[in-house]
């Protein structure tokens, strides 16, 4: 089952916005793609995010304080049953979580060795002079010890073309076995003002209102930047060797749960209404999944509308 784990070395360096364009252009192709993110995976509303009549289809929440690792492979097993690869999300830095006492617990890092899948690590490129800076990061994050494989590197927001090459060849001569992927040029912000992103509950950029919505009173979100999402789309399949990022995918062995799901039934057996709109629209993915596997309809209406 191939799965592959974007991991940002901290913040902001760009992982949604390429997770979204490589979902999006793997889609294109013809693969059959699954998405999940690490952490609950309360995401924010979009009207036009599904069909009349029906639910939105959100990555799926993989979370570490949530769901035990069994629980975890038991849910990719069962939401990725039909897919040819899964991309999971990564939150915040790979090895950033939650926990007080400076355990893993949360983290990207733990998700990834749960499902024993391979990382491909997002750098933002615009915070260094020098490939070198680049390399020493990238092999600092393959020798911590425990830590899930480092496989591969997109570098983001790449100002000079040569960069890619640079760093591979640093890497090479430091003995990392580490490639780089791709090499994502940097863009002015383009055909939006701004776009809305949940942030992990526990992010240093979060409090309890991001974590948990915006859009009733006196909660307020976090705006970013954003960029036209053809215009990602485009520089995905002109930067990041997409044949090099299945290939690496495909190398993951995500071991099988000792309690799996039951497979879901093939006809709907009672239909049940569920709240979405601007007020109710935050649900664990895996919930809902479950739901109507075991034969459930979910309806979809607005207790404001």
Same mark, same amino acid.
């Given at each position: ?42 995401? +924010?509303? =979009?009207? &036009?995010?599904? !069909?009349?009549? *029906?639910?939105? #289809?959100?990555? $799926?929440? @993989? ?39 400076? +355990?893993? =617990?949360? &983290?990207?890092? !733990?998700?990834? *060795?749960?499902? #024993?899948?391979? $990382?491909? @690590? ?39 073309? +040569? ?14 076995? $580490? ?127």
């Amino acid at each position: 089952m191939a799965a592959i784990v974007l991991g940002g070395v901290h913040g902001g360096v760009g992982k949604s916005t390429l997770a979204k364009a490589i979902l999006e252009t793997l889609r294109s192709q013809g693969c059959r793609v699954s998405s999940y993110t690490v952490g609950p995976g309360l995401d +924010s509303f =979009q009207c &036009s995010s599904s !069909q009349p009549g *029906q639910l939105p #289809q959100e990555a $799926v929440g @993989l979370d570490g304080w949530l769901l035990t690792q069994d629980a975890a492979r038991a849910c990719f097993h069962s939401m990725s049953a039909e897919a040819e690869l899964s991309i999971i999300e990564g939150c915040l830095g790979m090895f950033d979580s939650p926990s007080a006492d400076g +355990s893993e =617990q949360g &983290s990207t890092a !733990q998700i990834a *060795q749960w499902l #024993q899948a391979p $990382v491909v @690590l997002v750098v933002d490129t615009q915070a260094f002079n020098t490939a070198r800076g680049i390399v020493a990061l990238v092999k600092g994050y393959t020798a911590v010890d425990g830590s899930p494989s480092v496989a591969g590197v997109i570098l983001n927001k790449v100002v000079t073309q +040569s960069l890619a090459a640079e760093v591979q060849a640093g890497l090479e001569q430091s003995a990392v076995d $580490v490639r780089v992927i791709g090499a994502v040029p940097k863009v002015e912000n383009s055909t939006c003002d701004s776009s809305t992103k949940s942030t992990c509950p526990w992010s240093p950029m979060s409090n309890s209102s991001t974590a948990f919505g915006s859009t009733l009173p006196g909660l307020v979100q976090q705006h970013q930047p954003c960029i036209d999402e053809q215009c990602m789309v485009e520089l995905v399949q002109q930067h990041i060797d997409l044949q090099q990022l299945r290939a690496l995918a495909a190398t993951a062995a995500v071991p099988r749960p000792q309690a799996p799901l039951p497979p879901p039934v093939r006809t709907f057996r009672v239909s049940m209404g569920v709240a979405y709109d601007e007020a109710f629209h935050q649900y664990f993915q895996q919930n809902l999944h479950m739901l109507t596997a075991a034969g459930v309809q979910l309806v979809p209406f607005s207790p404001l509308h």
